[in-house]
């Protein structure tokens, strides 16, 4: 996987190679399967079984229902299937991350020159090579002279033997041992003591059978090869030819096709990269539970409808923020005890709209943690598409009219340093029997509207806020009558409407510009009747581009409607039924919805430019259920 440790290994001597195994989605009317039909270099079979099952035991590896090894003499298959609601692609991508099936192969070019180990790039690895092929060449050449030279030598004893052959086996016959064959050899023939002990080495049959021509022939056949041999040593340029025509001769020998695949892509792949941009809903309810829905589930209706069965939480649970927000969207949790915690929407499992969901603490470790030491548990969560940005500020705002203003580099910078560690921080530093109720982002210029449970409105302006460090308390927003308390916080300007829905299911909608302009801590104005028809104030803001609203009751129904279907009136006034409820029954959540972020938020059509990731010439096209590029060939799922 990738180029960069072939390219370090072969240019400074040392590099690690990433290696997976190959991998095959298979799928029938029921289930889906991933098969593994190839493992890395080195890895056993039984070691990936026995640790894809552990890993799948503790949960670091989710969306695998069985595992089984249907491997014969023939081939290799390990079979993972799949549960109903896994993405094939996510849990491909968990058994790279995180079993070896994925694994990394260490290269280090350690060769000894002259007798010292020594650390080298390919360039430097050839010439060695080169250099040592030489010196074995020329030695084994000069090994070759040598045994040549001395065999043309016994030859020569041979002949001169054969010219004298009866005077020679008389001499033998009439010595008395081997020593003295040797000898009297040497000073009867005049033959040296190697071709003396040749003869003597000899029975007296294989001597007198030898052939004259034969042996002249020998003789010759080997001052031939004593000549080439002598050539090869007085020219280096025959040396080369003959470790060009041996490393021939083994390529021919040992080549075979390429088995592995070397890809550009070099498996760093984030699991996020994997999910498909789209429009989700994120439910959390009372007892703790969260839970992502897509958007289609919810169909818009009109006005005063009875809505759709949105969850079925447990008995005395029941749902208290509903968001609609891109999947690849920040989801920041503010608890009561001032701190914040952070997910994407894609991290939060996608049920049914039925399903009671997952209990936050599982997905937040660090919030399980602070619940059962001190108590903490989510007050509020915030959607939040961009972190970064200079000149912005988060706003927060308290139930006891407590307002907070602090520079949001103070808040990213620290998000992006706790993301894989603890996705947890302290966020503000709360009072006494106070509790977060909302918070915003702003460019520092704003109007802030507070609105209150018993229906009192307070707008003032953003300046009036000063601003403090990611610790502080803030400054008193809004000052309050007895039993009541800040239940929203919305940013305004004169041009804007502000939308408040009560607990009863009335809504109302009336321009900003009707609501007094006030000082910070002052105590406001009216700004919806307030009685045991319409009940307390559950949600104030301003639409800006959203076209509808989601509301969702204590029975866990939520409905879908158009916001310009509930009427604009004066500041002070019940309005109109949004939502029919039971006697039992009240809404407990609000969220809002634009239509037009499910188009700017999908994926790339198939008639987009893409580009090959392989060739980087070609384009993706998409042909039944999957994309492939013109130029290369390449095939991806879609």
């Known amino acids: 996987m990738g180029r960069k440790g072939i390219f370090d290994a072969y240019s400074k001597g040392q590099g690690s190679v990433k290696m997976r195994g190959t991998v095959k989605h298979e799928s029938t009317e029921k289930n889906e399967y991933l098969v593994v039909t190839e493992i890395p270099f080195l890895v056993q079979k039984n070691r990936l079984l026995e640790d894809v099952s552990k890993m799948v035991r503790d949960k670091k590896i989710e969306g695998i229902r069985d595992i089984r090894d249907e491997s014969d003499q023939t081939e290799m298959r390990v079979v993972f299937e799949l549960k109903r609601d896994a993405a094939p692609m996510i849990v491909e991508n968990q058994l790279y991350k995180h079993s ?8 280090n070019n350690v060769a000894l020159v002259k007798g010292q180990p020594r650390r080298m790039g390919l360039i430097d690895l050839l010439e060695v090579y080169l250099e040592h092929r030489k010196e074995i060449v020329t030695k084994r050449t000069q090994y070759r002279l040598k045994k040549a030279q001395e065999r043309a030598h016994i030859v020569e004893g041979l002949l001169l033997a054969i010219s004298q052959m009866d005077a020679v086996i008389a001499f033998i016959r009439d010595s008395a041992g081997r020593d003295a064959v040797i000898a ?3 000073t009867e023939f005049s033959l040296s003591e190697v071709q003396s002990k040749a003869i003597a080495d000899m029975r007296l049959y294989q001597l007198s059978r030898q052939d004259a021509e034969e042996r002249k022939k020998e003789l010759d056949d080997l001052k031939a090869t004593m000549d080439d041999l002598n050539s090869i040593l007085a020219d280096s340029s025959k040396v080369l030819a003959i470790i060009k025509e041996e490393l021939s001769q083994l390529n021919e020998k040992y080549s075979d096709e390429r088995r592995t695949l070397i890809s550009d892509f070099d498996g760093d792949l984030a699991t996020e990269d994997l999910i498909p941009r789209s429009q989700v809903v994120v439910m959390r309810t009372h007892e703790g539970y969260i839970k992502r829905v897509d958007l289609d589930e919810y169909q818009a209706q009109h006005r005063g409808g009875k809505g759709r069965i949105g969850i079925k939480a447990k008995e005395g649970d029941f749902p208290v923020e509903l968001y609609s927000m891109g999947s690849h969207d920040h989801l920041l949790f503010f608890t009561t005890a001032g701190s914040m915690y952070f997910l994407k929407a894609w991290q939060i499992p996608d049920v049914s709209r039925y399903s009671k969901g997952t209990p936050l603490v599982q997905l937040l470790q ?12 989510v007050l509020c969560m915030l959607p939040v598409a961009n972190l970064t940005g200079d000149g912005h500020y988060f706003l927060f705002a308290t139930k006891n009219g407590i307002v907070k203003k602090t520079r949001l580099e103070e808040y990213s910078s620290r998000i992006q340093r706790a993301w894989a560690r603890d996705q947890g921080f302290r966020a503000i530093t709360l009072k006494e029997n106070d509790e977060l109720i909302g918070v915003d982002i702003s460019e520092g210029d704003s109007q802030v509207m507070l609105a209150t449970k018993l229906g009192m409105a307070n707008r003032f302006s953003e300046g009036e806020v000063r601003i403090v460090g990611r610790n502080g308390q803030g400054v008193i927003g809004m000052r309050l009558k007895e039993k009541d308390e800040v239940i929203g916080m919305t940013l305004v300007n004169e041009e804007d409407i502000l939308l408040t829905i009560t607990e009863k299911g009335y809504g109302k909608r009336a321009s900003a510009s009707n609501y007094r302009l006030t000082k910070r801590g002052a105590k406001g104005v009216k700004n919806i009747k307030v009685d045991d028809k319409s009940g307390h104030v559950i949600a104030t803001f301003t639409p800006g581009q ?9 029975s866990g129904k939520v409905i879908r409607t158009h916001i310009e279907s509930i009427r604009q009136i004066a500041r002070v006034g019940r309005g109109v039924k949004v939502m029919s409820v039971d006697e039992k029954e009240t809404v407990v959540a609000v969220a809002l919805h634009d239509e037009e972020d499910e188009e700017r938020n999908v994926d790339p059509s198939p008639n987009d430019d893409m580009p090959c990731s392989e060739c980087d010439e070609g384009k993706l096209a998409l042909d039944g259920d999957k994309y492939i590029c013109s130029t290369c060939g390449l095939t991806k799922d879609a």
């Open 546 to 554: 959203a076209n509808q609203i989601l509301a969702t009751t204590s």
């Open 366 to 377: 660090k919030l399980d943690e602070g619940r059962q030491s001190k108590d903490e548990k």
């Open 184 to 186: 009297g050899l040497q």
């Open 100 to 107: 070896v099936l994925e694994t990394s192969f260490a290269i």
